[in-house]
């Protein structure tokens, strides 16, 4: 007879991904997630498979979490300039709820020239987010907030490059209000 799990999946898998989040994958040992998460080694195996898998699984959950949110900031604001803003604001302010920075750009940066498959998962969260900006844009065209001459392809990747700087940026020393300066310079594509 199978033993029930005496552990919560989503609360342990949300404490790798941090983990993974502000260490990155290469410095974070078995150990380490074996400390961070509260489970047996062998629980972390039977239920997620090996460290890449386990990676894998936070970087879903991480995508879902971000996805989540930007999905709330998007039905919560009229204005699409405001809601692109409120975009960049949450990842400016997210440093006060979750390790600097961003678990798929340190992806990115880490590993996607080294594993193809994290290098393509990356990417199509890079997509995502992208055509997330896109359909912004275009909605404001449609509105009229924004100009017809606003080439919404070109300007959603403009958005994005700038977003993925932020986070970058984040785990420097450039302190807030530069950063929010940064951000309005990024926006003044829109006007």
């Known amino acids: 007879m199978a033993r029930s799990k005496e552990f919560d999946e989503k609360a342990v898998l949300r404490k790798a991904m941090e983990l993974f989040w502000e260490q990155g994958y290469e410095k974070t040992s078995m150990q380490d997630l074996v400390d961070h998460m509260g489970i047996h080694r062998r629980s972390i195996y039977d239920t997620f498979g090996d460290k890449r898998s386990l990676f894998l699984a936070s970087l879903n959950h991480y995508e879902e979490l971000i996805v989540n949110e930007m999905e709330r900031i998007i039905s919560s604001t009229s204005s699409i300039k405001q809601t692109i803003r409120d975009v960049f604001i949450f990842v400016l302010n997210s440093i006060e709820q979750y390790p600097k920075g961003c678990l ?84 003044s594509v829109l006007d």
């Open 104 to 187: 798929s750009v340190n992806a990115a940066i880490e590993l996607s020239l080294l594993d193809k498959e994290i290098g393509r998962i990356v990417t199509k969260m890079f997509n995502r987010t992208e055509d997330m900006f896109n359909n912004l844009i275009k909605r404001g065209q449609t509105s009229g907030e924004l100009s017809k001459e606003i080439d919404s392809d070109n300007t959603s990747r403009f958005l994005h490059n700038n977003l993925v700087g932020i986070r970058v940026l984040i785990k420097t020393n450039y302190n807030k209000k530069e950063l929010e300066g940064i951000i309005t310079l990024a926006l």
